[in-house]
C-alpha cells in the first residue's frame, strides 16, 4: 500500500510538472514574424475555390502582394508597375486595345485582360491559358522584352535596397528576397481581387429595396437564353476556351503562334481560334474587347454574335442558329436590354476599395 501511495505521489507529480512546463512554454515564434491565416468568402452561389496549398494565404502576404503590384521597381526602368495595364479603376484592365506602355515601346499583340475572380481560374491563365496558375503567369511579363523587361536577379537587388520589403519577405516567406516570393506574393493579392457586390448580386439575394426594371429582367432572361452557354454561372464564364467566329484564317505563325489561339499550347487543331471566355461581370467598365480588342463597345460585340460570326471548322456550333446559319438572333430591343442587365453586374467599389487600390501612400520606404 505504502509503495502503491508513494508511485501514485510520484506520477501526481510528474503530471503537474508538465502541466506546469505547458503553461510556462514560451512562444518562440517572435510577433513581427507571425502570420495570419486568410480564407476568401466564397460569395453566395459561387463554385469552392481550390486552395493553393503550395501558397497558402495570408494577411501579410497579400498585403506584400499588394505593395509589389503597385511598385515601378518591378519594371526595368522602374516605370511601369502591373498597375498600368491592370488600372483598378478599370476593373484591372487598361482601356486600350493592345497596350504600347511597355519596356520596348511596342504594341502588344493581345490586349491586358480584367483581373476579375481569378481565384477561380483553375483552367489557365492568358488568353490561350499558357500559364497554368497565377505564380508562373507573372513571370512572363515581368520579363518580357514588351512589357516589364526586368532581369530577376536586378529585381531582387533593387527589392533588398528597401528595408520594408526585407522585413516582409522575411515575415511572409521566413526568406530573403527571391524571384519566386515575387510571384508568390503577387498571387496572393490577386485571388482576392474578388467582384460580388454588383447590384445583380444583390438582387439576387433579395436585399430590401433592390429590383429590377422591366429592360433590366428581359436582359437577364436573354442572356440566361443566349449567352450562358460560356459566360456560365455566378462567375459568368466557363473559364474554358472557345472559337467565337472572329476570324477564319490562322495560317500566321509569327510571334510563337500568338494568332493562332489555344493551338499555340496545346498543338491541337481542335484548338485553332480558340480563347479563354472572359467574365461578364464589370464588362461595362472593361471595354474593348475580345482577345486583340478589336470591338470598341459592347453594342459592337453584340452585332459581331448577331450577324459577324465566321464559321471555320473549330468555330463553336453553339453559334450556329437551328438551320445552320451562323449568328445569335438579336434584335435591336434585345442588344439595349442584354446592355441594361450588363450593367447590373458592374460593382463600381471593385478595384478601389481600400484591400484593392494602391497602397503607396501610406508606404514606408
Not at 486552395?51 to 518591378?74: C, I, K, M, Q
Not at 481560374?121 to 499558357?130: E, I, M, T
Not at 532581369?151 to 520589403?165: G, R, S
Request: overall charge negative; hydrophobic content about 35%.
Amino acid at each position: 500500500m505504502k509503495g502503491s501511495a508513494k508511485g501514485t505521489l510520484v506520477l501526481l507529480c510528474v503530471v503537474l510538472l508538465s502541466g506546469s512546463c505547458k503553461r510556462q512554454e514560451p512562444d518562440l515564434i517572435p510577433e513581427e514574424f507571425k502570420l495570419h491565416a486568410m480564407q476568401i468568402e466564397v460569395p453566395e452561389g459561387f463554385p469552392a475555390i481550390e486552395p493553393a496549398e503550395e501558397n497558402p494565404l495570408t494577411e501579410e502576404g497579400v498585403a506584400l502582394g499588394r505593395l509589389l503590384f503597385y511598385d515601378v521597381r518591378l519594371s526595368g526602368n522602374n516605370r511601369i508597375s502591373c498597375a498600368s495595364c491592370h488600372d483598378p479603376a478599370l476593373a484591372f484592365s487598361d482601356g486600350v486595345a493592345l497596350s504600347a506602355i511597355g519596356a520596348s515601346g511596342e504594341q502588344l499583340h493581345r490586349h491586358a485582360p480584367a483581373l476579375i475572380n481569378l481565384a477561380w481560374a483553375k483552367n489557365g491563365l492568358f488568353w490561350d491559358g499558357g500559364a497554368s496558375n497565377l505564380e508562373s503567369q507573372a513571370f512572363a511579363p515581368l520579363s518580357s522584352p514588351d512589357e516589364m523587361y526586368q532581369n530577376l536577379t536586378e529585381l531582387e537587388h533593387e527589392l533588398k535596397q528597401v528595408p520594408d520589403y526585407v522585413n516582409r519577405f522575411k515575415q511572409v516567406f521566413q526568406a530573403e528576397i527571391k524571384s519566386v516570393y515575387v510571384v508568390k506574393a503577387l498571387a496572393q493579392f490577386e485571388r482576392t481581387l474578388v467582384s460580388a457586390k454588383s447590384r445583380y448580386d444583390r438582387y439576387q439575394r433579395k436585399a430590401p429595396g433592390v429590383s429590377f426594371s422591366p429592360e433590366e429582367s428581359l436582359g437577364l432572361s436573354l442572356v440566361n437564353l443566349k449567352c450562358r452557354s460560356c459566360h456560365s454561372g455566378e462567375l459568368f464564364t466557363d473559364n474554358n476556351y472557345h472559337n467565337n467566329g472572329l476570324d477564319q484564317d490562322f495560317s500566321n505563325t509569327q510571334f510563337e503562334g500568338l494568332y493562332q489561339g489555344r493551338y499555340r499550347i496545346s498543338y491541337q487543331l481542335s484548338d485553332l481560334g480558340k480563347y479563354k471566355t472572359p467574365t461578364l461581370r464589370n464588362v461595362l467598365r472593361t471595354a474593348p474587347y475580345m482577345h486583340d480588342g478589336r470591338l470598341s463597345t459592347i453594342e459592337e460585340v453584340l452585332d459581331h454574335y448577331e450577324h459577324g460570326v465566321k464559321t471555320y471548322m473549330t468555330t463553336d456550333p453553339l453559334l450556329n442558329q437551328w438551320d445552320g446559319k451562323p449568328g445569335i438572333p438579336l434584335s435591336s430591343a434585345e442588344k439595349k436590354a442584354i446592355i441594361a442587365f450588363l450593367g447590373t453586374l458592374t460593382e463600381p467599389e471593385f478595384g478601389i476599395n481600400q484591400k484593392m487600390n494602391n497602397p503607396f501612400n501610406h508606404f514606408k520606404k
